[in-house]
Nanobody
């Protein structure tokens, strides 16, 4: 069973930065893609950013373009999300997601809270 473990969430003031990391129990290059979703209270879970592991192409939600950067690290066996210029609307639980032909996998989530 594939396991994804997120780290790096926390509390930050508006305008600040955080870095999330998602480690996997097997090589990240065994996945077709990995990404981050977020879910705020009372709202649906939405895609934030995704990267295809083979070619490194990244996709972002319009609301985070220019502020967030997703990257892959073979050395760390992790996918990272650098979040800059955070605002209170970014407050949510952030979930790591990985996709393989045999299935989709989710991490347990990490809370990101941005204070005004």
């Amino acid at each position: 069973q594939v396991q994804l473990v997120e780290s790096g969430g926390g509390l930050v003031q508006a305008g600040g930065s955080l870095r999330l990391s998602c480690g996997a129990s097997e090589s990240i290059f065994s996945f077709y893609s990995m990404g981050w979703y977020r879910q705020a209270p009372g709202k649906q879970r939405d895609l934030v950013a995704m990267i295809t592991l083979g070619d490194g192409i990244a996709t972002y939600a319009d609301s985070v373009k220019g502020r967030f950067t997703i990257s892959r690290s073979g050395a760390q066996n992790a996918v990272n999300l650098r979040m800059d210029s955070l605002n209170p609307e970014d407050t949510a639980v952030y979930y790591c997601h990985a996709r393989q032909p045999r299935g989709n996998y989710w991490g347990q989530g990490t809370q990101v809270t941005v204070s005004p």
